[in-house]
């Protein structure tokens, strides 16, 4: 499923997982345009990317809340959360038994879950 972000006309992006509670998306089955969480498991090849210019580019999204990294190379997770004063905290979740906690959909999980048949 792609995101449009609406700034930008032309771009639209991939995410690995989005969530949105927008009606209008749920009526929509070819695109999204006001998720309130999305994630991205980075690669050798996107990692700079996903970090730096798509994360400026999915801030202009008023809907996103939280936008979630997976390193798949280490038990490590980082959520770049919006908070009560517009501005954007990370959180950074390292180690198997660390809960990892996303508050915008209001799920807390292991982070090992998240690794499942993933050799390290």
Not at 36 to 62: C, H, M, N, P, Q
Not at 68 to 87: C, H, Q
Request: one cysteine or more; charged letters at 30%.
């Amino acid at each position: 499923m792609r995101v449009k972000i609406n700034a930008k006309d032309k771009a639209w992006f991939y995410p690995d997982v989005m969530v949105t509670c927008d009606q209008e998306d749920r009526n929509d089955k070819t695109i999204k345009q006001s998720p309130i969480f999305i994630v991205e498991v980075l690669s050798a090849s996107t990692r700079d990317y996903d970090r730096g210019d798509k994360f400026a580019v999915y801030r202009e999204l008023s809907t996103l809340r939280e936008y979630v990294l997976i390193d798949p190379d280490a038990f490590s997770v980082e959520v770049f959360r919006l908070n009560e004063n517009r501005r954007w905290e990370l959180f950074s979740f390292e180690g198997a038994d660390t809960v990892v906690e996303f508050t915008s959909i209001g799920l807390h999980c292991m982070l090992v879950d998240f690794y499942e048949d993933v050799d390290l």
